[in-house]
């Protein structure tokens, strides 16, 4: 019991001197726990601390990370990022594979041995990344969703990964290899290790199937059951059993628990319970991704290390540069530029945690020699290393420069309050707030395009630049006393947070929201706004009205037939709102498609009677 606790006190007290010391001098809380596990390596070492079975305990933490990352994603959004998945994702494993292998080549090693090698370096730390982007709020920029979609290929990728090693064994060393032991890839027990590929295949299809429907029809009946007891215990220890139980299931079957977990996330994205499920999980992540930190610094070999320095450190900058090559090849064909462009190749250029796993398992397996092994357990570490420091040199030269140029600036000091508060002035906001304006009313205006607002300070028109879905900025706009909120923001994910957040809220406050799409207005409808418009639907109604003016009717005639078919239209949103589900897209809803059919069915010849007879009375 005393070594439990002497252990437990040692990483605590690591953590907690180091973590704030790194933070305050911008190094970030990644770096204070690697630097901490190198603090305490040596007593770790005295006491004859198992340190990789210690981390594949913390390895957990990046399991909960990837849950609650999943929770923030609706499958809607996911859906969107296909192409980002397929294209930056599967550019980037297959390019710096071929290209680290082929650097492996040029220095003499066996065809097989350099392509494990690319296939391993190939992936990055999805616990430093996402942690850190994170942290700083960049998980949900342009360049950060890039380098997540890049993460979650990667964890998909070491299914295939686990598979192709055995097949690239050396024969010279078999007899070495065999007494490093087989095992998993996953060092734990696998159903399907003896099945046919194809059967295993099937297997493992059917257990993400079964995370998807348990997401689906398990989980949230269970918790209604437990939030009956009201008990907020019970309710944690449930969504750990969630979790551990989905990462179970997917270690069973030879798949990463980090990525059951991101599946999961995702089916309860849209649940009822996201934000308890997020609270109260998140504190054991960040405990748990503290000590995986701190196991890799403790983890290091520092007499291996300092032999063969000058050689650990030059292949680590090789990965990295060749790495970074990659993805700034692969994120200009896709588009990303500037800032988004730096944080993409900054993010993800080091070697991840999965590495360690793949390492022991090609030597296991006959692919590497102890010698290499060793060799690349320091490179992985130290690019994990000096990952901190690149976003440092993001944060401090390239974000710095780009805020230089007014892509990015902190958010306006408010200095008024009004009853009116715009969200947005575009296309759209700018004509309301003109409107309003001229009518005698002043509106506190907020927008996010620091160009535009500094263009229209030229025009004598006040507006403040900052992220309007932001609470805080809220807060110093007068939201808690404002009587109306005109939402005008372009996205519809940004127009999606600020309704509901207000609407929740702010009860008092009337919402006026712009609406992308019809199934926007339902959604907007169901998260409390009572005051919705379409941006197009005028503009397509007066189109309707010239079309048929162009084809020969009279303006009043062309004018009644479009006026019929908008009240019909109108009238059937209210009904059709109600039966719309946020977490069920609407060509899967059926209660929703029958409806429809069922208007549609009655409607149409009663619609298709009234405008016959006004084609009548305007013969």
């Not at 304006?437 to 996010?448: E, F, K, M, P, Q």
């Not at 007068?478 to 940004?494: H, P, S």
């Amino acid at each position: 019991m005393a070594e439990f606790l002497l252990l437990a006190f040692l990483i605590l007290i690591a953590g907690v001197a180091a973590v704030p010391l790194a933070s305050r001098f911008g190094l970030g809380s990644v770096l204070g726990y690697l630097l901490a596990g190198m603090a305490i390596s040596p007593l770790l070492g005295a006491l004859d601390v198992d340190v990789e079975a210690m981390q594949v305990f913390a390895e957990f933490g990046v399991v909960m990370m990837l849950f609650i990352v999943g929770l923030e994603l609706e499958p809607k959004r996911l859906w969107d990022m296909r192409g980002k998945l397929i294209g930056l994702g599967g550019g980037q494993v297959l390019l710096t594979t071929l290209a680290i292998a082929a650097i492996g080549l040029i220095y003499g090693n066996p065809w097989q041995t350099a392509l494990a090698i690319g296939m391993v370096l190939a992936l990055s730390s999805t616990a430093i990344i996402v942690q850190t982007l994170n942290e700083k709020g960049l998980l949900r920029s342009e360049g950060g969703e890039a380098s997540f979609s890049v993460l979650l290929v990667q964890d998909i990728a070491v299914i295939p990964i686990l598979a192709l090693i055995p097949l690239l064994a050396l024969p010279e060393l078999a007899g070495v290899a065999g007494g490093h032991g087989g095992g998993g890839g996953h060092g734990g027990l696998d159903l399907t290790a003896h099945m046919s590929g194809w059967l295993a295949a099937l297997v493992r299809i059917g257990a993400v199937g079964a995370v998807v429907a348990i997401g689906i029809y398990a989980i949230r009946p269970l918790f209604r059951y437990i939030a009956a007891a009201n008990l907020r215990e019970l309710f944690t220890a449930a969504a750990l059993v969630v979790v551990i139980g989905i990462a179970l299931l997917m270690s069973l079957v030879g798949l990463s628990p980090a990525l059951g977990a991101f599946v999961a996330g995702v089916v309860l994205a849209t649940s009822e319970y996201r934000h308890e499920l997020e609270s109260d999980v998140d504190p054991f992540k960040g405990l748990l991704l503290g000590l995986f930190f701190i196991t890799v610094g403790a983890g290091i070999d520092f007499a291996l290390a300092s032999e063969r320095f000058g050689e650990v450190v030059f292949w680590a900058l090789v990965t990295i540069a060749t790495k970074s090559a990659v993805l700034l090849a692969i994120g200009w064909s896709y588009g990303l530029r500037r800032q988004a462009l730096w944080l993409f190749c900054l993010s993800l250029p080091q070697a991840g945690e999965f590495a360690f796993v793949l390492i022991s398992f090609a030597l296991a397996n006959a692919v590497f020699s102890r010698d290499l092994a060793d060799l690349l357990l320091l490179i992985v570490a130290l690019t994990m290393l000096l990952t901190p420091l690149l976003f440092i040199l993001y944060d401090k030269v390239i974000a710095r420069a780009y805020a230089t140029l007014g892509d990015e600036r902190e958010p306006d000091a408010i200095d008024e309050e009004n009853e009116i508060i715009l969200a947005g002035r575009g296309r759209v906001g700018g004509i309301v707030d003109r409107i309003l304006d001229l009518s005698g009313y002043r509106a506190t205006v907020i927008d996010y395009d620091s160009r535009h607002i500094e263009q229209l300070k030229k025009f004598g028109v006040r507006s403040y630049f900052g992220d309007a879905t932001r609470p805080d900025l809220l807060a110093s706009a007068g939201i808690a006393r404002a009587k109306l909120l005109v939402v005008a923001l372009d996205e519809k994910d940004q127009i999606d947070k600020l309704v509901g957040y207000v609407a929740a809220n702010y009860p008092h406050v009337h919402i006026t929201a712009r609406a992308i799409d019809r199934d926007h207005v339902y959604k907007l409808w169901a998260l409390g706004c009572r005051d919705i418009i379409r941006e197009t639907y005028d503009g397509s109604l007066r189109i309707g009205r010239s079309a048929l003016e162009a084809l020969g009717h009279d303006r009043q005639s062309a004018q009644a037939m479009v006026d019929v078919f908008e009240e019909m239209d109108r009238s059937s949103m209210r009904e059709l709102a109600d039966l719309y589900k946020i977490d069920v897209p609407s060509w899967e809803n059926e209660p929703l498609l029958a409806k429809i059919r069922e208007m549609r069915a009655e409607w149409d010849p009663k619609l298709r009677e009234q405008i016959d007879e006004i084609v009548k009375r305007g013969r």
